[in-house]
């Protein structure tokens, strides 16, 4: 009997999982990727799209009960606090199974000059109180307002797509790329720039870590804005993982 599974994604981890799952289970199981549709083109798994918000906690237990969901794996980005917690309660209230996917947390080695904080307001009062004046702010489009008061520092921001708005940063450059990088090319950025810190969110996982490399052989400070807590229940941390965890329930 073919069971249903939504996977909260919008992250690589979301479509190649959803690719896997598809080539190892194929008519087993029926997948929907929910992505929450910031980005105009983003990369698209194999199986159904739906993009959008869910409206709150009641709006998506009314869809996993509509559409007959049997499983969820949430695995939206780290900093995707909101839709987790409410993937957490609805999957609760609706009796649906549910997976969260966790980025492996990136480790501190020996050379490494990270400051970890818990959040971009106290990230731009760390920036205060050290002589850099050249940052690569590497954190998304959102949360920018606590730096627009550090007139004195210049910003090199990355971004996926142009904001909406003009950025509030009076001293700033705003770059449109996406990734992944290689490490030759985050280097070559932050010296063709003069970048002397880096700001960036504990995301975790390989995708966004050759900036921190690049950081490391340049001797370049790192201020890292904490992630928040991941909602609770069972977790897994690899892709195998979570084919492993979905052919047990396969199987039940």
């Known amino acids: 009997m073919t069971k249903r599974l939504l996977i909260l994604g919008g992250t690589a981890e979301a479509v190649d999982l959803a690719d896997q799952a598809m080539a190892r289970f194929g008519a087993a199981l029926d997948i929907t990727s ?12 194999m199986g159904r799209v739906r993009i959008g918000g869910f409206g709150g ?9 509509v559409e007959k969901i049997d499983l969820v794996i949430d695995a939206t980005h780290p900093f995707a606090a909101t839709i987790s917690n409410h993937a957490a309660e609805a999957c609760a209230a609706a009796r649906v199974a549910r997976l969260v996917f966790t980025r492996p947390r990136w480790t501190m080695s020996p050379r490494d000059r990270w400051q970890n ?45 142009s904001p909406v708005q003009p950025l509030e940063l009076r001293d700033h450059r705003l770059l449109l790329a996406r990734g ?44 890292l804005i904490d992630r928040p807590a991941p909602a609770a229940g069972e977790a897994v941390d690899s892709v195998a993982a979570a084919l492993s965890w979905l052919a047990t329930h396969l199987r039940g």
Do not use: C, W
Not at 34 to 45: H, I, S, V, W, Y
């Open 57 to 65: 906690v009641d709006g998506l237990v009314d869809y996993l009960r």
């Open 34 to 45: 929910a992505l929450a549709g910031r980005t105009k083109a983003p990369r698209t798994p």
């Open 117 to 161: 904080v818990p959040n971009n307001e106290v990230a731009a009062a760390a920036i205060e109180t050290m002589n850099a004046r050249r940052v690569f702010l590497s954190i998304g489009g959102r949360g920018l307002q606590p730096f627009a008061r550090l007139f004195d520092r210049f910003f090199l921001v990355r971004m996926i797509e």
């Open 180 to 223: 992944p990088f290689s490490v030759d090319a985050e280097r070559a950025l932050m010296v063709e720039e003069r970048i002397d810190l880096l700001v960036s969110r504990a995301s975790g996982g390989q995708a966004t870590e050759a900036k921190l490399i690049a950081a490391r052989e340049l001797g370049l400070p790192v201020v």
